[in-house]
């Protein structure tokens, strides 16, 4: 494979671990939530309840999925970008099949750009 495509080829498997794990930590703090209610219902403090399931160190735990998650998106959707570069396109066609300007198209390409469509 061409040098850009392996890079999708890795992007889009990185990716997708990701957000194997992001379902994954959802799954778990539902099953969390449920238990917390169960738990609130029966009579225990919020502060105790707080310490018990040691919520800060889970919420820290979803965000950290979740910013994996974006940062897999962003260099997924630069080297999709990137690889029809490579190909001889321009930055026009990319920005044509992306749907966004040729600036943004050209950030995405470089990396440099934080938010728009994805892939």
Same mark, same amino acid.
């Given at each position: $494979?061409?040098? +850009? ?7 889009? #498997?990185?990716? #997708?671990?990701?957000?194997? %794990? ?12 449920? @238990?917390?209610?169960?738990?609130? /219902?029966? +009579? $225990?403090? $919020? ?18 999925? #979740? @910013?994996?998650? %974006? ?8 080297? /999709? ?5 490579? %190909?001889?396109?321009?930055?026009? @066609?990319?920005? %044509? ?16 750009? @934080? ?5």
């Amino acid at each position: $494979m061409a040098d +850009g495509v392996d890079r999708v080829v890795d992007d889009v #498997r990185r990716y #997708r671990v990701a957000t194997q %794990e992001l379902i994954a930590g959802l799954g778990s703090r539902t099953a969390s939530s449920d @238990e917390d209610v169960v738990k609130l /219902v029966g +009579g $225990m403090t $919020m502060t105790d309840k707080m310490h018990q399931s040691q919520s800060a160190r889970k919420s820290r735990g979803l965000t950290d999925r #979740r @910013e994996a998650v %974006e940062a897999a998106r962003r260099d997924l959707r630069g080297s /999709v970008a990137a690889a029809p570069v490579a %190909e001889g396109r321009s930055t026009a @066609e990319i920005a %044509e099949r992306f749907g966004v300007t040729r600036q943004l198209a050209s950030r995405i390409i470089h990396g440099s750009a @934080e938010s728009g469509p994805p892939t």
